[in-house]
């Protein structure tokens, strides 16, 4: 995968990680830097997860692999696309009475990361190198975490609904590439 379509993807993925930060952190703005590193941390290794899924599936598959991860890609953009056009929104969370680091964050953290394991999946059928892959995501993860909580709820509230489409957006588009990059030879 040619290094600008890795960051498109990279930066796509980052959508819906930026508009939860967004909604919480006016809600629990002292722990911003909690907020970004947990969703970081959850964004980066479950494209692991993904990749050694993928790995195994890739010996299985051989040749077929990038066919498989570009059609992952397209499914998965698919999904974001047309999901994301027909959510509500959704309610804002009650304060937590104990510690914000419990188990809210947790949920949280896991709903914004699980693309991210499909996403593995195609980097692993796609041969994208791991190192750049994970450490861009990491990045990607924290610096758009503290950027929406940095912007607030505000941003959230009238771009949000919009971050799940334009990522599926990308992600499809990508996949499409590596289908012309594949059968084409772009």
Do not use: C, K, N
Not at 4 to 31: E, M
Request: glycine share 14%; hydrophobic share 55%.
């Amino acid at each position: 995968m040619p290094p600008a379509l890795l960051v498109a993807l990279v930066l796509a993925l980052g959508l819906d990680t930026f508009s939860v930060s967004a909604a919480l952190a006016p809600r629990f703005p002292q722990h911003r830097l909690r907020i970004a590193t947990t969703f970081a941390l959850f964004e980066a290794v479950m494209p692991l997860i993904g990749i050694g899924i993928g790995r195994l599936l890739g010996h299985a598959l051989g040749t077929a692999g990038d066919v498989v991860g570009a059609v992952l890609l397209v499914l998965l953009g698919g999904y974001f696309l047309f999901t994301g056009r027909r959510s509500e929104p959704e309610p804002e969370p009650d304060p937590p009475s104990s510690g914000f680091a419990g188990w809210l964050l947790v949920g949280l953290g896991l709903s914004i990361s699980l693309d991210e394991v499909a996403v593995g999946v195609s980097f692993a059928l796609l041969g994208v190198p791991l190192i750049p892959a994970i450490v861009a995501i990491l990045a990607q993860a924290f610096l758009f975490s503290l950027i929406g909580s940095s912007l607030g709820q505000g941003l959230s509230r009238r771009f949000g609904g919009a971050a799940t489409p334009i990522a599926g957006l990308v992600l499809a588009l990508l996949g499409f590439f590596q289908f012309g990059r594949i059968f084409l030879g772009w």
